[in-house]
């Protein structure tokens, strides 16, 4: 099995979609890597000798961040809009749409389940007796 930065890629699978499991890699970088590292991308992962799976590795670790450095940078960038009270980073604070999407219908996937109005408590009377 072909593990590569931290993430086991799916044997059944040929190799450029089997890399798009890793965080930060598509398909079109993966063919370029693929490319890069001199491995042929339409080869399923399980084919692979442990030479080709080593350059892929090279390869991978030279062209830039993904997975965990990524995800890092990802949330460094949105903590640093939150801290400057830019308009992106009020957006992100207050879990709306950050690009221009419109809200007042849709946005749900963002802003959640609807909140209906709230049932009233019914008003307990005083004891008798």
């Known amino acids: 099995m072909a593990r590569i930065a931290g993430v086991d890629l799916p044997p059944q699978k040929r190799l450029w979609i089997g890399l798009t499991a890793i965080y930060g890699i598509g398909q079109a970088r993966a063919r370029h890597l693929c490319e890069r590292a001199k491995v042929d991308h339409a080869k399923k992962v ?58 007042h219908t849709n946005a749900r996937t963002r802003k959640g389940p609807r909140r209906g109005a709230i049932a009233q408590k019914k008003k307990v009377l005083g004891k008798k007796g």
């Open 46 to 103: 399980k084919d692979l000798v442990e030479d080709e799976v080593t350059r892929l590795r090279q390869v991978i670790e030279s062209e830039g961040r993904i997975e965990g450095d990524l995800r890092k940078e990802i949330q460094l960038n949105i903590r640093r809009l939150i801290e400057i009270q830019c308009y992106r980073g009020l957006r992100h604070r207050r879990n709306l749409p950050v690009r221009g999407q419109r809200t």
